[in-house]
């Protein structure tokens, strides 16, 4: 993963600026960008809105699947009605004993 990260925005290092590449391939020369950690936030930066978005949509599909599932065992729950799904009269029982 680091390297990709060190490829794909040519930075090294993440708390300081590195004058190698640490994970890729050193004879692809010095790093242009400095560290990663500040070629990483800019891009976060870039792209803060499509990010929340997606994750706001992802809560809102999940928030929804949990509202329907609340729903659907209540209407499981009522077409038995208060009383217990055992019936000892069936098995010639009584409920004393």
Same mark, same amino acid.
């Given at each position: 993963?680091?390297?990709? #990260? ?17 994970? =890729?391939? %050193?004879? =692809? ?20 809105? #499509?990010?929340? %978005? ?9 928030? %929804?699947? @949990?509202?329907?599932?609340? %729903?659907?065992?209540? @209407? ?17 029982? =009584?409920?004393?004993?």
């Amino acid at each position: 993963m680091l390297e990709i #990260l060190e490829t794909d925005f040519q930075c090294a290092g993440f708390c300081t600026d590195g004058t190698y590449y640490l994970f =890729s391939d %050193v004879r =692809s020369g010095t790093p242009k960008n400095g560290n990663c950690k500040d070629e990483i936030g800019e891009m976060v930066k870039k792209n803060v809105t #499509l990010f929340g %978005v997606v994750l706001i949509v992802i809560g809102a599909i999940g928030m %929804v699947g @949990m509202i329907m599932s609340f %729903v659907i065992c209540g @209407m499981a729950q009522r077409k038995r009605g208060p009383e217990s799904p055992y019936n000892p009269n069936k098995y010639g029982m =009584s409920k004393d004993e």
